[in-house]
């Protein structure tokens, strides 16, 4: 099965964005959810998580901004992005955790904050 970020682009400090993650089998069970991001030069960081059954759980730099949330009908998950700042400029990717154990990765969507 294969992760597809999408939904990136270029958008002005406060403004919003959402991002998606398609699985390609929509069958395929997922135990969790989660969205990272890696600025240039920096290492990848953790930004939101979602456990089936679960809490929500964010990055303390994206609380109260950033919203994960998933359709489950569809294999899709999302990442909704409010109060967008310059410094969340960064490649975003989506990874999910299959019923094998294993995480899945999708290939990074590019969002920049910019005026």
């Known amino acids: 099965v294969q992760l597809q970020a999408s939904g990136g682009g270029l958008v002005q400090p406060g403004g919003s964005l959402r991002l998606s993650c398609a699985a390609s089998?929509?069958?395929?069970?997922?135990?969790?959810w989660a969205w990272y991001r890696q600025a240039p030069g920096n290492q990848r960081e953790w930004v939101a998580r979602?456990?089936?059954?679960?809490?929500?759980m964010y990055a303390e730099f994206v609380k109260g901004r950033f919203t994960i949330s998933r359709d489950n009908a569809m294999n899709t998950f999302y990442l909704q992005m409010d109060s967008l700042k310059p410094e969340d400029t960064a490649v975003y990717y989506c990874?999910?955790?299959?019923?094998?154990?294993?995480?899945?990765w999708g290939q990074g969507t590019l969002v920049t904050v910019s005026s």
């Open positions: 990874t999910a955790l299959g019923y094998d154990g294993d995480w899945y």
């Open positions: 089998e929509m069958a395929f069970r997922f135990n969790a």
């Open positions: 979602l456990p089936r059954g679960g809490v929500s």
